[in-house]
């Protein structure tokens, strides 16, 4: 342990030099040293952007609608790790001001008469299914350069993102104007991928933490006195999530079908044409007319918007069962979320299929 402190220590002392080279590590893969460039050089910008929490509380010149947020955020903080028993360390108890409303843009790219994700394997978060950009310019030119060459892409603004415990992840300004629970939900969230997390499962690793946040969020409500909240909000975003997923599926089949090419992208257009005849109906019936999702359904629409849905609480149900299992004993639930990890990729899936039940 007096080792691994002197060599965390060490390593604070030299991280300038050793930023690009890991960032490379943690994000990069087998792409152009352009691509490699960015990276380290977003990742050390964001670094360098770094101030204490309690520093800037302390600021006379900080904004008051700041340091509300700060000081809410240090709660959650001080709850993830004392009663959700998340990693304990300097992650989330330093703020970071970035200037700009997303930290990075993620692209994402299909087929036009697939599903499948177009993938980038990378060294330690393994293989995800889209490239990160920290310059939105850089992110449009990407998605223009995939979109040349026939696939269907989607480029979305990231507010936050985890390093998985390389680094100490900051509350970055992008976070806090959220309202308080959002806020909260992200930090346990972003911790519980630092607690765990399998290389090449997205949908394992995103549910894993959505899950801890979902249920950290709970407790944090409790801990406070403040009541459960109204349910209402949370089914309109299972009932959107649902009618997105359903439509993936429907797509599926048709691209798997016997229609020739010219078949399958009529069927595809239909598909989403359904989609939001669907979502009118239930954004003027039981939603009583909440427009949320209007800029996203309305807006231009293709395989790759598809593919974050479901990626983030596809298995939340099984993770769930394995809480009650470990009779909501944290330590215990970790314990269990780590064997499950273990396990062969193929008998993993099977192990959380039947832990979450029929579909």
Known sequence: MLRLFLFRGALDRIRGRLVPLLAVLLLGGCSSVGYYGQLAEGQLQLLRARQPVEQVLQDPATDPKLRERLLHAEQARAFASQQLKLPDNDSYRVYADLGRPYVVWNVFATPELSLQPV?????????????????QGAARGAAALLREQGLDVYLGGVEAYSTLGWFDDPIL????????????????????????????????????????????????????????????????????????????????????????????????????????????????????????????????????????????????????????????????FYAKVEALGRLPAERRKAEIQRLAGPS
């Not at 394997?121 to 293989?127: D, K, T």
């Not at 669907?278 to 949320?292: E, I, P, S």
């Open 119 to 135: 993938t980038h394997c990378f060294p330690i978060a393994g293989c995800v299914a889209y490239r990160g950009y920290y310059r």
């Open 173 to 332: 300004s992008s976070m806090v104007a959220w309202g308080d629970e959002r806020l909260a939900s992200l930090i346990f969230h972003e911790l519980a991928h630092q607690r765990f997390y399998v290389q090449d499962d997205s949908e394992f690793n995103e549910s894993f933490a959505t899950f801890v946040e979902q249920e950290g969020a709970r407790q944090w409500r409790a801990a406070r006195g403040l009541p459960a909240l109204a349910p209402a909000r949370t089914q309109q975003r299972e009932q959107f999530t649902q009618l997105v997923l359903e439509t993936r599926e429907r797509l599926q089949a048709i691209y798997a079908g016997p229609l020739d090419d010219a078949g399958k992208r009529a069927a595809k257009q239909a598909q989403f044409e359904r989609m939001r005849q669907a979502y009118r109906v239930l954004r003027d019936g039981a939603w009583g007319g909440d427009r949320r999702f209007d800029a996203w359904v309305y807006g231009p629409m293709n395989n790759a918007k598809l593919l974050p849905f479901g990626l983030y609480d596809q298995w939340v149900p099984a993770f769930a069962a394995l809480f009650r299992e470990a009779n909501g004993d944290w330590a215990q």
